[in-house]
């Protein structure tokens, strides 16, 4: 059984930071693309960023460009998403998400994704 599981959420101050963990159990982590995407109360779910499986392609929404800077090491098996000048905006429930069959020219559309976690929570206060 496929498991993705994120931790490092919480509750920051606008302009604060958090690095978000992405790890796997089922799954060799360090052989998929991994995307984060995020969704807040009563809106889409919407692709935050990719990383490649060698970890040297990235891609951001435009909405966290030179914010957000997404890693991966692979000798820990791990994905990382810090985020930093965190805006109110930012709140939302964050995903990290993978496939089986990916195709990056359409990263951020949620419906390619077959593997999910849970979801940490991240809440930005003014």
């Known amino acids: 059984q496929v498991q993705l599981v994120e931790s490092g959420g919480g509750l920051v101050q606008s302009g604060g930071s958090l690095r978000l963990s992405c790890t796997a159990s089922?799954?060799?982590?360090?052989?998929?693309?991994i995307t984060w995407f995020r969704q807040a109360p009563g809106k889409e779910r919407e692709g935050v960023c990719m990383?490649?499986?060698?970890?040297?392609?990235?891609n951001y929404a435009e909405s966290v460009k030179g914010r957000f800077t997404v890693s991966r090491d692979k000798t820990k098996e791990a994905v990382y998403l810090q985020m930093n000048s965190l805006k109110p905006e930012d709140t939302a429930v964050y995903f990290c998400?993978?496939?089986?069959?990916?195709?990056?020219?359409?990263?951020?559309?949620?419906?390619?994704?077959?593997?999910w976690g849970q979801g940490t929570p991240v809440t930005v206060s003014s």
């Open positions: 998400a993978t496939a089986d069959r990916f195709f990056a020219a359409t990263w951020s559309r949620a419906a390619q994704y077959n593997y």
């Open positions: 990383i490649n499986i060698r970890g040297d392609t990235t």
């Open positions: 089922g799954i060799a982590l360090n052989y998929y693309s």
